[in-house]
């Protein structure tokens, strides 16, 4: 595999994945690099003729696939998990430049986290298990058996590219469905490339369908083809909204992983040796363009004084560089829209009277003359801000933070509970009574103490609230993935 180099002047052309062929588009759309904001790349801007092509093939492909052995199916995965495997570094490298993250990043995080997806499922698929009863006074035995449900719809988002499409593609492909996959439009390359490896890891045609472009026009006809039972989608609320008004006549299985506005929680008693990295971590890793990203901080107030000073040295001494520089700690945000409404956000906080200790309109940032119009921001920390600011309320999903003080164990749950988000939470505490306490009292799919972004990939994945619908894990994905029936024998 191989794309033009940063550097290089020729565009980078992708083309849709359908029936195991690329197949070109009539029109396409501009791509960026978001570390020099010139366009590098062309995406097809697909519609309903090319998502009525790709239903076709994962229909007559979805047969042969469901009615594979999960053993044959799981081979399929394992050898695709290799390929990739083999192909990290310039999947890295594409995917670095793609999405502006640091090539760091993609080479520890987002490709090896891609390959042990595929991996995962490989696995999971081989132990699942089924129930039965008897009911010997009327001779029955009931059981129960899973069935693929058909076409999987899958919805993924620019922020961590492979590592979200491959979370989805893989439980969906291992329990025998068909796949038709939009990822998002301003970080389609890593998905064409994957499309690449599909022959040679044994995907038969029609089995994995790859259709590029914007989401009125492809994500639309998707969503609302009838043909497609189901939707994973991972995204922004206001696009799931859409997604269930298209979904409704159809009664679609749906799959709705949003946003969060997450909350650490650090008491008096915390180990801030650990906690100020992990939290400067949890805050501006991958540019704050991950769902789980801590946005709000809350700090008992004995000792808001000390983590406040402790974390705004260590944010002032994480590196903001162009995504090929080994010291970077973050690179470019995604687009210039997204780093305008970012900037936005510290605007509002400064015209309500907040405080901003760091980043952002306080300090320089340096970047080599070709990335100045780059989408690049220092990571920014706000303080003296009020929990109904919108900066208190509505995700940014940038590298800015808020930290503000609290009195109470109680008082701190209910301003953590206040928004309308609930996915993720971390509590920093050395009481292991508290730990347990406020976890089961916060009102988030996860919830992390002393640490951050430690995942078991068995267990469920996903939020309250306004962040989401259902949950993704080894149970989980494969209940989403199939359609449950009750048989009764009487004998």
């Known amino acids: 595999?191989?794309?033009?180099?940063?550097?290089?002047?020729?565009?980078?052309?992708?083309?849709?994945?359908?029936?195991?062929?690329?197949?070109?588009?009539?029109?396409?759309i501009d791509s960026y690099d978001p570390s020099t904001g010139e366009v590098y790349c062309q995406v097809p801007n697909s519609g309903k003729e090319e998502i009525e092509a790709a239903v076709e093939a994962a229909r007559a492909a979805f047969p042969g696939w469901s009615s594979r052995k999960p053993q044959e199916r799981s081979q399929v995965l394992q050898r695709l998990a290799d390929l990739l495997e083999q192909s990290l570094e310039e999947l890295a490298q594409a995917e670095s430049r793609d999405q502006g993250k640091t090539l760091t990043l993609a080479r520890t995080?987002?490709?090896?986290r891609s390959v042990q997806n595929f991996r995962f499922f490989a696995s999971?698929?081989?132990?699942?298990?089924?129930?039965?009863?008897?009911?010997?006074?009327?001779?029955?035995?009931?059981?129960?058996?899973?069935?693929?449900?058909?076409?999987?719809?899958?919805?993924?988002?620019?922020?961590?590219?492979?590592?979200?499409?491959?979370?989805?593609?893989?439980?969906?492909?291992?329990?025998?469905?068909?796949?038709?996959?939009?990822?998002?439009?301003?970080?389609?390359?890593?998905?064409?490339?994957?499309?690449?490896?599909?022959?040679?890891?044994?995907?038969?045609?029609?089995?994995?369908?790859?259709?590029?472009g914007m989401g009125p026009r492809v994500g639309e006809a998707l969503v609302s083809h009838p043909e497609v039972p189901l939707i994973?989608?991972?995204?922004?609320?206001?696009?799931?909204?859409?997604?269930t008004q298209l979904s409704a006549p159809h009664c679609k299985k749906l799959s709705l992983e949003l946003g969060g506005k997450n909350p650490a929680i650090i008491f008096e008693d915390a180990n801030l040796e650990e906690c100020v990295p992990t939290t400067v971590r949890s805050s501006f890793a991958n540019q704050g363009e991950i769902c789980l990203c801590t946005s709000r901080i809350f700090v008992q107030k004995s000792i808001y004084s000390e983590f406040l000073k402790r974390f705004v040295e260590a944010t002032r001494m994480w590196k903001v560089g162009i995504p090929s520089d080994p010291s970077a700690d973050m690179g470019a945000l995604i687009s210039k829209a997204h780093l305008e409404k970012v900037r936005s956000y510290i605007k509002k906080a400064r015209m309500e009277g907040a405080q901003i200790l760091c980043g952002e309109g306080v300090d320089k940032l340096n970047l080599p003359p070709?990335?100045?119009?780059?989408?690049?921001?220092?990571?920014?920390?706000?303080t003296d801000i009020k929990d109904e600011s919108c900066c208190m309320k509505e995700e940014i999903f940038g590298p800015v933070t808020c930290v503000v003080p609290f009195d109470s164990e109680e008082e701190v749950i209910q301003r953590a509970n206040s928004v309308k988000y609930g996915l993720a939470a971390t509590v920093w505490s050395g009481n292991v009574g508290r730990v347990h306490r406020v976890a089961k009292k916060l009102q988030s799919g996860l919830v992390w103490t002393n640490c951050w972004l430690i995942r078991e990939?068995?267990?469920?994945?996903?939020?309250?609230?306004?962040?989401g619908v259902g949950r993704e894990g080894a149970k989980d994905s494969y209940e989403f993935f199939t359609e449950i029936k009750t048989i009764t024998i009487k004998h």
């Open 457 to 467: 990939l068995n267990l469920p994945f996903g939020g309250m609230k306004s962040s």
């Open 232 to 243: 994973s989608f991972t995204g922004s609320q206001p696009t799931a909204e859409r997604i």
């Open 370 to 382: 070709r990335n100045q119009a780059g989408y690049f921001m220092l990571p920014t920390v706000i």
């Open 124 to 212: 999971s698929i081989l132990h699942h298990t089924s129930e039965c009863t008897q009911m010997d006074h009327l001779g029955c035995l009931h059981y129960t058996v899973r069935t693929p449900v058909g076409i999987a719809g899958l919805i993924s988002p620019w922020n961590l590219p492979l590592y979200l499409l491959t979370w989805k593609l893989a439980p969906a492909i291992a329990a025998g469905n068909t796949v038709i996959a939009k990822p998002s439009e301003l970080t389609s390359v890593t998905a064409w490339m994957m499309c690449k490896l599909l022959e040679k890891a044994g995907v038969p045609p029609g089995v994995v369908n790859i259709v590029f």
């Open 109 to 112: 995080m987002d490709i090896p």
């Open 1 to 28: 595999m191989s794309f033009p180099m940063a550097g290089t002047r020729a565009l980078l052309m992708l083309e849709n994945f359908i029936d195991g062929k690329f197949l070109p588009c009539s029109s396409y």
